[in-house]
């Protein structure tokens, strides 16, 4: 099946601070990108959907300002957390289609601020 | 609102037996149904899509009753291994609307 990276699988970082958490499609374009965040215990929730070369589309409740998102490529997506504080911590993960069909998830990064 | 609901369990189920969950979706237009494994501090993987006719693969078979809007997962002979969460996935082809989760039914297999 095709292959979604996402880096860093891991970070701990002071509060206050940006966390920026790549994905990348490796064998195919992805016109379409997800992120979701997942608290422990719970299931999956998309933040927002983010298409190549237009403005993310947030779900309501996200703040769109604090999660920023820029798909510059058909095969690189990036969310920054910025001035992260420790409600933030929480498992973040990517998928990426091209056919809006099934979908691939990038390995997860799991951030912890402290 | 869309919304794709999965007793959470957890289902608590002896080796080698049959367990079999449900997953209802509020949405007739939804055109696309999967079942995702994940792992506890991993990420989803794709367990099978679900046709309308029903598949299997292995000990896993999927079903679809798209007239009571409900996709159902059943393991046979269940093993160690298959302990997780089961995501029910569907995709209501909305394009930018992406997939929707369910919360996960937990499953774990005893010896």
């Known amino acids: 099946g095709a292959v979604v990276s996402q880096h860093p699988s891991w970070v701990i970082c002071k509060s206050g601070t940006s966390v920026k958490i790549e994905c990348r499609s490796l064998d195919f374009q992805a016109t379409t990108m997800f992120w979701y965040r997942q608290f422990p215990k719970q299931s999956l929730m998309l933040m927002a959907t983010s298409n190549e070369g237009s403005k993310a589309t947030y779900e309501q409740g996200v703040e769109k300002d604090k999660f920023l998102i820029n798909h510059a490529s058909l095969t690189l997506s990036t969310l920054t957390v910025t001035s992260a504080h420790p409600e933030d911590s929480s498992f973040y993960i990517c998928?990426?289609?091209?056919?809006?069909?099934?979908?691939?998830f990038g390995q997860g990064t799991r951030l912890t601020v402290v | 609102r869309k919304e794709v609901e999965q007793d959470p369990g957890p289902f608590n189920v002896p080796e080698g037996a049959t367990v079999a969950f449900n997953c209802t979706y509020s949405?007739?237009?939804?055109?696309?149904f999967f079942w995702y494994r994940q792992d506890c501090r991993k990420e989803p993987k794709l367990l099978m899509s679900?046709?309308?006719s029903g598949n299997e693969d292995g000990r896993f078979t999927a079903q679809l009753n798209r007239a009571s809007q409900y996709i159902s997962l059943l393991i046979r002979d269940s093993k160690l291994s298959d302990s997780a969460t089961y995501l029910c996935v569907v995709n209501s082809g909305g394009g930018a609307d992406g997939l929707t989760f369910g919360k996960g039914t937990h499953l774990i297999i005893q010896p």
């Open positions: 998928s990426a289609t091209d056919t809006l069909t099934e979908a691939f």
């Open positions: 679900v046709y309308s």
């Open positions: 949405n007739s237009a939804s055109q696309s």
